[in-house]
């Protein structure tokens, strides 16, 4: 059973940064990704950034340049991943789930508790 456990997130000025980082627990031994979606007030749950276990990246056009998004694969069954956060803007205000999925048929989404990013003006 895969667990996700995130953690930075908080307040900050508009053009500052933040670091997320989610440690994922019982990782298989298949392609996987790991990442964030975001969702804001009365808005879909939408991709931000992932990165697969064989170095694959994807990032949301809104922030590329901005965004980047790391993992450590140092364990067989943990792996973590960080998401650093940089000129962030309001609109980047959001909470922001960590998921982890298997690239494989019938693979399922896991998501994180979410933690809330704050960006004032």
């Known amino acids: 059973q895969v667990q996700l456990v995130e953690s930075g997130g908080g307040l900050v000025q508009g053009g500052g940064s933040l670091r997320l980082s989610c440690e994922a627990s019982?990782?298989?031994?298949?392609?996987?990704?790991l990442g964030w979606f975001r969702q804001a007030p009365g808005k879909q749950r939408e991709l931000v950034a992932t990165i697969t276990n064989i170095g694959q990246t994807s990032y949301a056009d809104s922030v590329k340049g901005r965004f980047t998004i790391s993992r450590d694969n140092a364990e067989n069954t943990r792996h973590l991943a960080h998401l650093q956060m940089n000129s962030l803007k309001p609109e980047d205000t959001a909470v922001y789930y960590c998921?982890?999925?298997?690239?494989?048929?019938?693979?399922?989404?896991?998501w994180g508790q979410g933690t809330q990013v704050t960006v004032s003006s």
């Open positions: 998921n982890y999925k298997e690239m494989i048929v019938g693979g399922i989404d896991y």
């Open positions: 019982g990782v298989a031994p298949v392609i996987n990704r």
